[in-house]
């Protein structure tokens, strides 16, 4: 076996092993005090910092009735047929009035709108201009949105998600939130907050895509006039209801 060497507490001129008269039980025990301590300290430093995440995540529920912010948004596939995984990065702005109203305005690459007035959910592509709407309560139960603008509060949330603190990272506090129906194609979204501000999504989806949006310029409980979520298709749009 190999041999194990320990620290003890020593005069100068006096060597350092387990022969050694200072390290007796008492030393053993203070040692053993010591590491069960750190080990302590550690645990509830790590639980602080999970618990810090779903207690960002209520506050900003409880709180935060409005928002505005940039975003940029990186969707990485997963990797096939031996080809490194391609990253997609675009831009834009993100508007939303608790509960249910939300707007992701994309700008570059491509310019999308994707707009919830609390009644329908609509999509407008302008390279195609075609316009899909579908009723918005059937298509925000377990998704991103979800977490960000329809619930009204976290009891709301936890119908809809299993929800779990998890560690700090980058400067933000985490919550991990796993849809608890399977039928949907949402696998896990971790939110990143500084505070009790959105900062961060990951989305990881059920086919391995990775969706990134990091929020900047975050304005809290901005007075956001109706129109914001207004949409009208524009003219000689094609409409495609779902």
């Known amino acids: 076996m190999a041999s194990v060497k320990f620290w003890c507490l020593r005069a100068p001129s006096e060597s350092c092993n387990r022969s050694?008269?200072?390290f007796g039980?008492?030393?053993?025990k203070a040692v053993a005090v010591f590491l069960t301590a750190s080990i302590s300290m550690m645990l509830l430093v790590s639980t602080n910092g999970w618990a810090a995440g779903?207690?960002?995540l209520e506050a900003f529920v409880k709180t935060v009735k409005s928002g505005r912010a940039e975003f940029t948004q990186t969707v990485t596939a997963p990797p096939r047929d031996g080809q490194p995984a391609r990253a997609k990065t675009s831009t834009g702005t993100f508007e939303f009035q608790r509960p249910g109203k939300f707007k992701f305005d994309y700008r570059k690459p491509?310019?999308?709108s994707i707009v919830a007035d609390g009644k329908t959910l609509s999509l407008y592509d302008a390279d195609l201009n075609q316009v899909t709407t579908r009723a918005q309560a059937q298509a925000l139960g377990s998704t991103p949105a979800a977490l960000i603008a329809a619930a009204p509060d976290l009891r709301a949330l936890q119908a809809d998600f299993t929800l779990e603190g998890a560690p700090e990272r980058d400067g933000l506090q985490w919550v991990k939130a796993?849809?608890?129906s399977k039928d949907g194609q949402l696998q896990s979204v971790q939110i990143g907050f500084q505070g009790e501000a959105l900062a961060s999504l990951e989305i990881l989806d059920s086919f391995g895509q990775r969706s990134v949006l990091k929020f900047s310029k975050v304005e809290v409980n901005p007075t956001l006039p109706a129109s914001?979520?207004?949409f009208k298709a524009p003219v000689g749009a094609?409409?495609?209801k779902q």
């Open 110 to 112: 491509f310019a999308q």
């Open 25 to 28: 039980k008492p030393m053993k």
């Open 54 to 56: 779903l207690e960002s």
């Open 20 to 22: 050694h008269p200072h």
């Open 238 to 240: 094609d409409v495609l």
């Open 178 to 180: 796993t849809p608890k």
């Open 228 to 230: 914001t979520f207004e």
